[in-house]
């Protein structure tokens, strides 16, 4: 059983191999395939995909390739730095860690005092968000 962690821990990457088949018989027929398509296409008779795909409308590939990954949230990359995971993690550690030594090392009347801090803390950042700023900056 795993027991939870704030931590990610890697995992060993697997080895992963894609083997290649060589088959000179359809090799021999993919190129002769492609050959007669030339030579069709030369004289008039086949007109070329990339013509045909032109006539369609299809210009810029299929408009549903790659839609889905394109609005994941999980590729997306954070845009500021409180929107890392990581970030957040650590921030959240080091309040629990310096609450828990500050309730050791002062007793009870600890969180008194981060209360009364962050009171504070939250009544500087309103007064100079109320602050006017100045007209030559």
């Not at 931590?7 to 990457?13: S, Y």
């Not at 296409?41 to 007109?47: N, Q, S, W």
């Not at 309730?103 to 007064?127: E, H, K, M, Q």
């Amino acid at each position: 059983m795993k027991f939870p962690s704030i931590f990610r821990t890697n995992q060993p990457r697997r080895f992963q191999i894609n083997p290649r088949h060589y088959d000179p018989v359809r090799e021999e027929i993919d190129q002769r395939t492609q050959s007669i398509k030339r030579e069709l296409e030369a004289r008039g008779v086949l007109e070329s995909e990339q013509k045909l795909k032109e006539d369609r409308g299809y210009r810029h590939g299929s408009s549903i390739r790659g839609a889905f990954t394109s609005g994941s949230p999980i590729k997306k990359q954070p845009s500021s730095v409180m929107q890392s995971a990581g970030l957040m993690r650590t921030i959240i550690f080091v309040l629990l860690v310096g609450g828990f030594g500050g309730y050791l090392y002062l007793g009870p009347d600890f969180f008194y005092y981060v209360l009364y801090l962050g009171v504070s803390v939250a009544l500087l950042i309103g007064l100079f968000k109320l602050k006017p700023k100045k007209a030559n900056e």
